[in-house]
């Protein structure tokens, strides 16, 4: 079991800056691709950024790449980040981030482990 606990979100301008935090405890964090999505009202989860498990692999949504940065920290605090910087009204959503023990990175919400969501709203 992992569980997943995500902290960071709030309102902000169009314009401004958030990091998201997710802390990871149980199975072995350092096995697992760490991936984050977001749920705006009346849509589909979609896929943002995801992270491997060195974190020498990244990749992002194209509506969000150069905005958003992922990274982890697989020593003492286990855990993940998306620095999301020149936030948009479209970004609003509630933001997961999920945790994957297979081969690759993953754009399908289809990972093994997921948090209860933050919610991020960007006024305009």
Known sequence: QVQLVESGGGLVQAGGSLRL?????GRSFNSSNMGWFRQAPGKEREFVAAISRTGGS???ADSVKGRFTISRDNSKTTTV????NSLKPEDTAVYYCAADYSRSLLRA????Y???GTQVTVAS
């Open 58 to 60: 990244t990749d992002y």
């Open 81 to 84: 980040y998306l620095q999301m």
């Open 21 to 25: 935090s997710c802390a990871a405890s």
């Open 114 to 116: 997921w948090g209860q």
């Open 109 to 112: 919400p289809t990972y093994d």
